[in-house]
């Protein structure tokens, strides 16, 4: 009984907890309380308007980027992770209804510098594209990345191109990548004026190809700073992407929930997971697998937690009508038959000579010197024998006479072995 109550006990505390994991709208007087996000607190505070919350990340972590204005704009970094516990028609619910973990910081891959060339002669020879290729090395090498990564930056930097064909001429483009790092911000200025000049004069330079007549010029150039992939870069120099639930869309760079039948249990992430098929059909941005699974019918919120509490009311269920099962085979006295092991009841039988015992023991009939084994032994064959030779009631009176026989022999030869 004690472990059924401690069991009771246990399962209204889980289901205590998986309150707050209900939607946040609630028809009392003001909105339930926020449920804690990884890696990051909520700092609330009573305002005209209601209550507001902040959602403030650990050191290391940082707010994603899935929020959007009801423009479907992104909100900016500072206006992000805002809440407000509003009254509406239905309860009173916090808003906005998107509830997200920080995730962590992430430091952009390199600076980038990129331009654009257009050759002057067409690209109907394949051979100038190799051309290209070594003219481009050796005026990099001795301009730009020289200049500017070995000697002033004292980096690592490196080249990659892509040479086509575009509109019968050939195109050139070059990006000179040098790895990010925070202690370099100090000197990003001095590193983009230096590449600016340098592709300001370009435009009136040759590169020297035999055979080439003309001058190539810039169609477009910039500096930008690289991320990771599924991450963009913000006005304070750190990439951020989308959490749990969403994925960043290649294209728009925007972080969109994913679709029904999809989940993504990880942050920073470009694609969602497929769910096992016949699984939910209509919830957008699952951050679980087990929330594949979860219906319409099914309160929003519903989470594993809830589908063990759910098993564990079938456990208490369960305990309970065992218990209830094995009260009704208790002896009279509420005590299980097991508890008369070494009385003659177990000895003789069932049925009707158990039913006569059972009357003996409502009489008072056993003494305690009946816990001693030998004693009990003996009334047992006894029993035994005179069960198959009288009737009820003769049974009775013989057992009895018997049994304070058998009692006080046995008492007298305990005496006896003591005073020996």
Not at 59 to 85: A, K, W
Not at 122 to 127: G, R
């Amino acid at each position: 009984m004690t472990f059924i109550v401690l069991l009771s006990l246990a399962f209204t505390l889980v289901f205590s907890q998986l309150n707050d994991k209900l939607p946040e709208i609630d028809t009392g007087s003001t909105c339930k309380e926020l449920e804690k996000p990884e890696h990051g607190m909520y700092q609330c505070r009573t305002t005209e308007e209601g209550v507001q919350c902040k959602l403030t990340c650990d050191e290391g972590y940082t707010l994603p980027i899935n929020e959007y204005n009801n423009d479907g704009q992104h909100i900016p970094l500072q206006e992000r992770g805002f809440y407000l516990c509003t009254d509406t028609p239905g309860g009173w619910m916090w808003r906005p209804i998107q509830f997200y973990d920080c995730v962590p910081k992430v430091d952009p891959a390199y600076f980038v510098y990129y331009y654009s060339l257009t050759m002057p002669h067409p690209c109907s020879n394949d051979n100038r594209r190799e051309e290209y290729l070594d003219s481009f090395n050796v005026n990099n090498d001795m301009g730009i990345t020289k200049r500017a990564c070995m000697r002033e930056l004292t980096l690592n930097c490196f080249w990659t191109y892509d040479i086509r064909c575009l509109n019968g001429a050939w195109q050139v483009d070059a990006w000179l990548r040098m790895p990010f790092s925070p202690d370099m911000l100090d000197t990003f200025d001095v590193w983009f004026s230096t590449f600016e000049g340098y592709s300001q004069n370009e435009s009136s330079r040759s590169f020297i190809v035999e055979g080439q007549q003309g001058n190539s010029w810039i169609n477009r150039k910039g500096f930008y700073i690289e991320c990771p992939m599924a991450t963009r870069i913000e006005n304070d120099y750190t990439c951020r992407g989308c959490s749990k639930g969403y994925y960043m869309s290649q294209s728009l760079l925007e972080c969109l929930p994913c679709p029904p039948q999809r989940y993504q249990d990880h942050d920073y992430s470009h694609t969602c997971k497929p769910c096992p098929s016949g699984g939910n059909k209509e919830t957008t941005g699952l951050t679980k697998l087990i929330d594949c699974f979860h219906f319409s019918r099914w309160e929003e919120g519903t989470s594993l937690e809830r589908i063990f509490a759910g098993l564990g009311c079938v456990v208490i269920f369960s305990s309970l009508l065992l218990y209830y099962r094995s009260q009704i085979r208790n002896e009279p006295d509420g005590r299980h038959r097991e508890v008369y092991v070494e009385h003659p009841v177990q000895a003789i039988g069932g049925g009707p000579l158990q039913r006569m015992m059972r009357e003996l023991h409502s009489m008072d009939f056993y003494p305690s010197q009946f816990d001693n084994m030998s004693v009990s032994a003996q009334l047992a064959s006894e029993t035994t024998r005179l069960v198959t030779q009288s009737g009820k009631s003769k049974f009775v009176s013989l057992v009895k006479k018997r049994a304070t026989s058998l009692s006080s022999s046995g008492s007298s030869g305990s005496s006896d072995s003591s005073s020996d």
